[in-house]
């Protein structure tokens, strides 16, 4: 299904818009050729640096990729033909907005250079055509800015690779050619674009190590854990031969293979391994091939003495350069570099220069003559080669043992050079500077051109020769440990014969106090102390008793003092209360009298006076009541007549008579109602006159109620106060009398008691001299009985104790004897060990049969009886690798490129790689949050069987982490979490394995016991970070660093510290032990790389070169070399012995962005 085309305007839009920051069109470099602009080399190229990291497949920002032509096509990113018209450029020229790529984007990607525009903007006018295939050239990450420092290094047990930590890259070197190999990458990483070639991890590389064999590298980063192995060499291709003579010729171009078999040749291409032609025409064995310089011809000489020139294009040969009277058999050919002569070598100890262009012209009659016969030789050459540089210059090799320099064309000897057994191949490196020999002596050589002075012997299998290294360092170790042991051994055998000694004396002494009569002496102490026992307890009864009659006479006088002091008081007290009773008594008494006689008084008035006038007022008021009615009854009368008498006055009907009736009638009424009238007013009168005398009675009965009362009042009053005062005064009496009783009784107690405390105060006297005098008689008879039981006690307790030390004499005594008899087996089976190491290498050491330089001069191959082909430092002979396939002796070695070719007596011949290829085998961890790993692992350790490896880590100032996980599936195979409560930042495993001991930011060192997980010791001293530990050989002892700017070395059998350095200026950052020697490598903050030894902590050598900060350093264990690095990036490599400089690995330097000159 096509891509969905996106519009100009939409593809605008949706890119990152930073148009503000603008700052007009950036220049573009007018770019003329004619050759078409090639988009996977020339375009790509940038676009991957600075636009695909928001464009690529995975992660396409406003769908618009920008992987390949046909991407940018689908996305009409551009208009083939019309680059001002296309979006891609004018956006990346920033001529239009938004600018790309935008300004301070998290992808670090940069502005097109004036040199880059002018290539894009000159591909879309060729019409933006290309194609991007798979394969490509490397093209590695740049480390990010300002993250350039090595946290980790790592080298290879036999020093041939180091490896260091830049950012989140790793970089292995090849320590002996001083070249960087490669650049580990983590396949996943790519997937996403993200990354490049050449990264191995998100986040820093903090930790690496190698493990023993030094193929399989273990690097820490955030949560995870990486193992890369390197890939063992092996044959890339395999080549079928008819012959098991091994005699092949490569052509300089690297394109034909020539291998004589029998009488014939065959051309095979030895990239393809097809055949390309064969060559036939020789009537005998053919013996030596070899390719004109200009890869045109081929010469061949044979077993008869022929020699023929092969036209490479036809497969036609010229007639045979034949003009000898004996034939001779041809046993090597070469051409000069010129390619105007060919020379041979011969079994009759001669070289023959043949004129090459009079051979391909018409042979003469008779055959062609050589040119020259070169001389020297004393018995039959083996091997011809060319010297790159001169035009006429060969170098010859013979059964003689020398080698050989000649000038062909002036039949003249250059020089010769000694080998010291037959010479079978001879090589010149490609510099024409070096020559190398190869020998049936077991040997072959490097000389050097200018001189002839021997440079190296290569001897032997660098494998073979490794492993007896390490076992002679383990034998002189386990020597150094026999002694150490012997020694221990004779030490805990004198502790055993003083514990030996100190338990007969001891026994002795013993006997000598028992025999003794201690029992005698003990009898009459026991009688002397049980009188004493019995005066002593009498003594301190009666003793008691006293003190304690003394306190009850003490407490009883003062109660009865107290007691006497309250009854004078109670006395006093009691005196005023009765008094005061007195008194009111009295005066109740008269305030009683006062009362009787007001109320007789009250009485009689009342009696006489009060009652006759209310009696007579009562009558008056009876009386005044009767006449009041009476008058009314009149008046209410006489009004009735009056009103009748007015009625029949008036009334007309009326009679006079009756008129003067009624009117008589109303005025005798009238008369009656007057006379009643009268009557009223007298009774009216008469009762005033009577309440009046009731009233006067009254006042007078008043007055004399009130004195009555007032009197009554006043003698109750006196009589409840003279009751009131009477209990007072009665209980004053009372507690008077008690008070008395009590101080009387209470005299008589303390009385008493001081009668009894005199007398036990007499007793008590006598007591006590009974008691002072069974006591000197005790004291008498316990000095007779300590003369005799104390030296017994102390023999008794002295022989106790050498029991015990002789015990643990003996058991230390046959730990040590264990000690020294599993040293002396372990040293013996070294020996062995090595004895048969040594006849290994020996046998190891077989002819050599070929021998080659590489392309670059730098290496010398070679091949021999042992079936391997070996690669070795031209410069100094140090064996580098091996290569095992051959089932057959090697011999024929030739080069091609970075690829080499061996021909071998089994019929095959193998094409090789010089490349090493390193492959991320598994990963620990996943660098999430779900990751068994906390945090960054700072550090990694290989256990000694190499079967797992133990990481630290752990989330800062929470908790630390000491893991042990297997190398075979990457399980977790053992977790110490609470080992240490803050980040583990070093650890290392015992030699045995048993141990692990570890670093931390809590400030602590701790060794952990690996099968139970037990802290063996806890060492408490550094006042910082620890930052890295190592165990000296022996596993005795243990030595620390850390940000507290010293170095701690402590006795792990003890757990005590031994001895510290406190004096450097800076943070000390790493220590690792170097082999099974007690000194250490040590890197510091103030620049330095150190190494200490183990007895003072004082420096034995330093190795000069940084220039900032150190954090990371790594010893091989041959003490041979030291590797280090740190803040400056650089990675450098000395040889201990002497502290020189064999290399600096500087940070490559970031791509130059390409201008205008690079066209």
């Known amino acids: 299904m096509n891509q969905t085309k996106l519009p100009l305007a939409l593809v605008a839009a949706g890119l990152l818009a930073h148009s503000a920051d603008a700052k007009g069109p950036l220049p573009v470099a007018d770019v003329k050729r004619a050759k078409p602009v090639d988009f996977q080399s020339e375009i790509l190229p940038f676009l991957r640096a600075n636009c695909l990291a928001c464009h690529n497949r995975t992660k396409a920002k406003a769908d618009l990729i920008l992987e390949t032509p046909q991407d940018i096509m689908e996305a009409d990113a551009v208009v083939p033909g019309k680059p001002d018209e296309s979006i891609l450029f004018l956006l990346s020229a920033h001529v239009d907005d938004p600018p790309m790529p935008p300004p301070e984007n998290k992808a670090s990607a940069k502005n097109l250079s004036p040199q880059q525009l002018g290539l894009l903007k000159l591909w879309i006018a060729q019409g933006a055509k290309g194609t991007v295939t798979a394969a490509r050239t490397i093209e590695w990450a740049p480390l990010p800015e300002g993250l350039n420092a090595i946290y980790s290094v790592a080298v290879t047990p036999d020093g041939q690779y180091a490896a260091a930590g830049r950012a989140n890259q790793i970089f292995i070197y090849h320590v002996p050619s001083k070249k960087l190999v490669t650049r580990l990458t983590d396949p996943s990483l790519l997937k996403d674009n993200l990354y490049k070639n050449g990264v191995s991890h998100r986040d820093m590389v903090h930790a690496l190590t190698f493990n023993q064999t030094g193929d399989v590298l273990a690097s820490g980063g955030y949560r995870e854990v990486k193992l890369w192995r390197r890939q063992p060499m092996k044959s890339q291709r395999t080549i079928a031969l008819n012959s098991d003579a091994a005699i092949i010729a490569l052509a300089g171009d690297g394109q034909a293979l020539a291998v004589a078999e029998g009488n014939n040749i065959r051309l095979i291409n030895p990239n393809t391994g097809a055949a390309i032609k064969t060559l036939s025409g020789h009537k005998m064995p053919v013996t030596s091939v070899a390719f004109s310089p200009d890869n045109k011809q081929l010469l061949s000489g044979a077993a008869d003495g022929a020699l023929h020139i092969w036209n490479l294009a036809d497969g036609k040969f010229t007639a045979p350069m034949v003009a000898m009277e004996k034939p001779s058999k041809i046993t090597a050919v070469t051409w000069t570099t010129n390619g105007k002569l060919a020379v041979t070598a011969h079994e009759d100890n001669l070289m023959r220069v043949w004129d090459v262009a009079a051979a391909l012209g018409e042979a003469p009659e008779g055959g062609l003559k050589p040119h020259k016969e070169l001389k020297g030789h004393s018995q ?22 020398t080698v050989r320099h000649w000038d062909a064309n002036g039949g003249n000897q250059v020089r010769s050079m000694t080998h010291g057994g037959p010479v079978i191949a001879v090589s010149v490196s490609p510099d024409a500077t070096k020559f190398a020999s190869a020998s049936e002596n077991n040997t072959g050589k490097i000389w050097n051109a200018a001189n002839g002075q021997q440079i190296a012997e290569l001897r032997g299998q660098r494998d073979a020769k490794l492993h007896l290294a390490k076992r002679e360092r383990e034998l002189a170790f386990a020597k150094k440990e026999v002694t150490y042991h012997t020694n221990n051994l004779k030490a805990k055998a004198d502790e055993l014969k003083k514990a030996d000694d100190r338990l007969k004396k001891a026994d002795e002494a013993k006997k000598k106090a028992e025999a003794a009569p201690i029992a005698e002496k003990k009898k009459t102490l026991d009688a002397a102390n049980a009188e004493k026992k019995t005066n002593e307890d009498k003594y301190n009864k009666l003793k008691t008793d006293y003190d304690a009659e003394v306190k009850v006479f003490t407490d009883a006088d003062a109660a009865a003092k107290t007691a006497e002091t309250a009854a004078t008081k109670a006395k006093a007290d009691a005196a005023k209360p009765v008094a005061d009773l007195a008194a009111k008594e009295k005066a109740a008494a008269t305030s009683k009298t006062a009362a009787g006689n007001a109320k007789k008084n009250l009485d009689n008035l009342t009696n006489t006076q009060l009652k006759p006038a209310e009696a007579k007022a009562a009558t008056a008021k009876s009386a005044a009541a009767a006449a009041q009615k009476a008058f009314e009854t009149a008046d209410s009368e006489a009004k009735a007549a009056e009103e009748n008498s007015k009625k029949i006055a008036g009334d007309a009907n009326k009679k006079p008579e009756e008129k003067q009736a009624a009117a008589k009638a109303a005025t005798d009424k009238r008369n009656a109602a007057n006379a009643a009238k009268t009557k009223l007013i007298q009774a009216q009168t008469a009762e005033k006159a009577a309440v009046a005398a009731v009233t006067a009675a009254k006042r007078r009965v008043d007055a004399a109620k009130k004195a009555s009362d007032t009197t009554a009042k006043a003698s109750a009053d006196a009589a409840k106060a003279a009751a009131d005062a009477k209990p007072l005064a009665d209980k004053a009496k009372a507690a008077q009398a008690a008070a008395e009783k009590v101080a009387t009784d209470k005299r008589k107690v303390a009385n008493d008691s001081k009668t009894k405390r005199d007398k036990l105060n007499t007793d008590q006297a006598a007591a006590k001299k009974a008691f002072d005098d069974s006591t000197k008689k005790a004291t008498t008879a316990q000095g007779e009985y300590d003369k005799l039981e104390t030296p017994r006690k102390n023999a008794v307790n002295e022989f106790d104790l050498a029991t015990k030390a002789k015990a643990k004499a003996d058991a230390t005594h046959k730990e040590a004897d264990a000690g020294k008899k599993a040293a002396d087996e372990h040293s013996k089976q070294l020996e062995t060990a090595v004895a048969s190491n040594k006849e290994a290498t020996t046998k190891s050491e077989m002819p050599i049969r070929a021998i080659a330089f590489s392309a670059d001069s730098q290496q010398v191959l070679t091949g021999g009886d042992d079936m391997k082909v070996h690669t070795w430092s031209a410069t100094t ?36 790689s010089l490349g090493i290829e390193w492959k991320l085998e598994r990963v620990v961890g996943t660098g999430d949050a779900k990751s068994p790993l906390t945090d960054r692992v700072n550090t990694i350790d290989f256990s000694p069987d190499g079967k797992q490896i133990a990481t630290g880590s752990g989330e800062p100032s929470r908790g630390g982490e000491v893991q042990i996980w297997k190398i075979a599936d990457g399980k977790l195979a053992k977790n110490f979490a609470e080992v240490h409560s803050d980040s583990v930042l070093g650890l290392e495993f015992s030699r045995d394995g048993k141990f692990i001991a570890s670093a931390s930011a809590d400030k602590f060192v701790k060794v952990t016991e690996v099968a139970t997980g037990k802290i063996v010791h806890n060492f408490e001293g550094h006042t910082h970070h620890a930052l890295g530990v190592s165990w000296l050989p022996h596993g005795r002892q243990l030595v620390s660093v850390g940000a507290d700017n010293s170095i701690r070395h402590w006795n792990f059998e003890a757990g005590e510290r031994i001895r510290q ?26 620049k330095s790389v150190r190494l200490i030894n183990t007895s003072n902590l004082n420096d034995a050598r ?15 264990p041959d003490a041979r070399y030291i590797v280090a ?23 490559p330097k970031p791509p130059a962005e390409e201008t205008e000159e690079n066209q």
Not at 1105 to 1115: E, I, Q, R
Request: aromatic share 8%; with cysteine; net charge negative.
């Open 1061 to 1086: 350095r406190t004096n450097l200026g800076k943070e000390v950052t790493s220590i690792h032990y170097v082999g099974l020697t007690e000194q250490a490598v040590v890197t510091a903050g103030d």
């Open 877 to 912: 002979g140090e064996a580098l690798e091996s290569f095992n396939g051959h089932k057959g002796a090697v011999k024929a070695l030739v080069f091609n490129g970075e690829k080499f070719i061996s021909a071998s007596a089994d019929k095959t011949a193998q094409v090789w």
């Open 1102 to 1116: 330093s190795f000069a070169g940084g220039t900032d900060y150190m954090y990371a350093c790594a010893a091989t």
């Open 1125 to 1147: 690095g740190g803040e400056d990036s650089a990675l450098r490599v000395w040889t201990l012995a002497d502290g020189k400089a064999v290399a600096t690995f500087e940070a």
């Open 380 to 401: 039959p050459i083996l091997s011809l080669t060319r010297i790159p540089n001169n035009d006429t210059q060969i170098l010859s090799g013979s059964r003689d043992g």
